[in-house]
């Protein structure tokens, strides 16, 4: 029996493994376990090959993939009527001065804009789909077309379309119009910006500076970027020239897929220094979707303030790694509550989607449909416990979806091993730090500057509620708990804090716990 190796790569030190299995005589027992390494071999070649095919190269040009997608791209220009500026006041002259007509009509002269006025402002945009009926979605940014009295979308060719607004969304900075023609214009498609990869090609089309019909390439220079604009920001990040104007503008894969939509720039100049910030497609599409189907958009709420697990957190915790969100409380009467989500739960995983990070749970939320029971897992008491929650709409006045949350005596008790000073909550210390009448647990009295509870930025007068997830009721509940981390390794302790901007989990270092 012979085999030949496809040539790919490292050719020169395939053939030796080749001419020996070859060459060397086989037995009747031996056989299978050759042809078995024989089909594994192949196998992996093949894996290589087909490897090697998706990792693209760089085109020679460009030009097709330009021909292609320019006529879906569009200009969008909006005009909004501008308040004028308010008539100066005349000088107070004598009645009938001869002055009166000359500063009216000095006055008249230089300040041609005390009407109202007409501004113009111009964006980008792509067609995604056409009908029958001659109608056709387009999308865009929000910003560009906000406060908007009139819009319109210029096809390639100059043709100008009166644009109808179908729906906007604040919080992902999309909106979508529609237009009528009587021709069947140029679409084009969302593509999977889940699968793409730093260092992938891209290519942005759009309207900067208002010279539309503009075709740059460049690459994915990251993924994730959270740029503080929004509650799901999840940013596709380029170094395709992107300037002012390219706003709404689609970023294509080289298949001609839309995978993002241009949405800001990282510039102290105002114009491109290569970094440019698009919408991906998979955070874009169930929001078009809603806005086209609704005209608004219905988000997923849990109910939930989250925060950060920290290295110190999972190791309080028994979690392996720092991953998930940790639940710092649960808001009365929510979605959480209901389904017996609980403060100081890390949730891991929500309705099958892994919570790898934080900030990654508002946007499972906010996508999932409204009223729909989901499997939630969370590690409590060292391990997975998997609650059913039927997920509640978002009110579009909130500010959260699974928000972040901010920071969490008698005889007074020191504990050098944390660095702070402790005395349960009397009369005296709800008059001395202004706490609440229902406030429980031990009130922080001191702080030891550069201790393990200063780097943690605790406080006096802030509450300790719990301690490794047990309720606290005086200082001698901290010491027990911390003496049991110490017997089981660990070099932090969990504090659940509520200070002057509410409840929040800390971990705290063990001083001297080896």
Do not use: C
């Not at 500026?85 to 107070?92: A, G, I, M, Q, T």
């Not at 429980?440 to 509620?465: C, H, L, S, W």
């Amino acid at each position: 029996m012979s085999y030949q190796l496809v040539k790919h790569g490292h050719a020169g030190r395939a053939r030796p493994l080749v001419h020996r299995i070859e060459t060397a005589s086989l037995s009747s027992a031996s056989r299978p376990a050759v042809s078995w390494l024989m089909a594994g071999l192949v196998a992996l070649v093949m894996l290589a090959a087909a490897a090697a095919a998706q990792a693209r190269g760089a085109p020679d040009s460009f030009a097709d993939l330009a021909e292609k997608l320019l006529p879906a791209v569009v200009n969008v220009s909006t005009t909004q009527v501008v308040e004028g500026r308010s008539v100066p006041e005349l000088p107070r002259l004598p009645p009938g001065s001869p002055f009166e007509d000359f500063f009216k009509e000095f006055f008249d002269r230089n300040n041609p804009q005390q009407r109202p006025r007409k501004s113009t402002s111009l964006g980008s945009g792509f067609i995604i789909d056409t009908n029958g009926s001659g109608e056709s979605y387009v999308v865009t940014n929000n910003h560009v077309i906000q406060d908007a009295d009139e819009i319109t979308v210029i096809l390639q060719d100059d043709t100008r379309l009166e644009a109808q607004l179908v729906g906007r969304d604040r919080k992902t900075d999309l909106a979508v119009l529609k237009v009528k023609s009587k021709r069947k214009l140029p679409s084009v498609s969302f593509g999977d910006s889940e699968v793409v990869r730093v260092g992938d090609w891209v290519v942005a089309i759009g309207n900067p500076f208002g010279l539309g019909g503009t075709v740059t390439a460049g690459i994915i220079s990251a993924r994730g970027r959270d740029i503080n604009s929004g509650p799901y920001d999840d940013f596709i990040q380029t170094d395709a020239s992107i300037n002012r104007g390219n706003s709404g503008g689609p970023m294509f894969n080289l298949d001609g897929e839309v995978i993002g939509i241009n949405t800001a720039i990282f510039s102290p100049s105002g114009g491109s220094v290569g970094i440019g910030f698009a919408i991906p497609s998979a955070t874009a599409k169930p929001v078009i979707s809603q806005l086209i189907k609704h005209g608004t958009v219905r988000r997923g709420w849990l109910g939930v303030h989250i925060q950060t697990v920290t290295d110190e957190i999972a190791e309080t915790l028994g979690l392996d790694e720092a991953a998930g969100a940790l639940v710092a409380s649960v808001i009365k009467d929510g979605p959480a509550e209901k389904g017996k989500i609980e403060a100081g739960d890390v949730i891991l995983s929500f309705d099958g989607k892994d919570v790898t990070q934080m900030r990654r749970l508002p946007r499972i939320v906010a996508e999932t449909e409204v009223d729909t029971p989901v499997d939630v897992v969370v590690w409590r008491n060292n391990k997975r416990v998997t609650l059913k929650v039927t997920v509640g709409e978002l009110e579009e006045d909130d500010t959260e979806v699974a928000a972040k949350s901010s920071s969490g005596s008698g005889v007074e008790t020191t504990i050098d091993s944390l660095g702070l000073t402790l005395s349960k909550i009397t009369p005296a210390m709800r008059d001395r730090y202004s706490l609440e009448k229902k406030a429980k647990g031990v009130v922080v009295t001191n702080v030891v500057a550069d201790g393990p509870a200063a780097e943690k930025g605790i406080r006096p007068g802030d509450v300790i509620v719990e301690v490794s997830q047990v309720e606290v009721s005086s200082p001698k509940t901290i010491l027990k708990k911390i003496e049991e981390a110490r017997s089981n390794g660990r070099k932090s302790v969990l504090l659940l804090l509520e200070g002057q901007a509410g409840l929040r989990f800390v971990a705290v270092r063990i001083e001297d716990a080896g």
